[in-house]
């Protein structure tokens, strides 16, 4: 089985803090699993604007063909 793992988190999140999210990125690439943060520079958690769900979904879409996903 393969795992590959995509962050996103708005940067300005007061529901989950953006600190954990990035422990998190960096302790799956210590542990080599494939992984990408994506952050939403003054994002909080979700309700971003059409055009951050495009690049969202833009970003995903390209991570998920990197990992043939």
């Known amino acids: 089985m393969y795992w590959a793992t995509f962050l996103e988190q708005g940067d300005s999140d007061q529901t989950v803090p ?3 999210t990035v422990k998190f990125h ?6 080599g699993v494939p992984n990408q943060l ?3 520079v003054g994002g909080g958690h979700g309700g ?3 055009e951050e769900y495009v690049l969202i979904y833009k970003t ?3 991570f998920l063909a990197k ?3």
């Open 48 to 50: 971003y604007s059409a």
């Open 38 to 40: 994506m952050t939403v």
């Open 67 to 69: 990992y043939h996903l």
């Open 26 to 31: 960096a302790a799956l690439t210590k542990a």
């Open 18 to 20: 953006y600190s954990e």
């Open 60 to 62: 995903l879409g390209e």
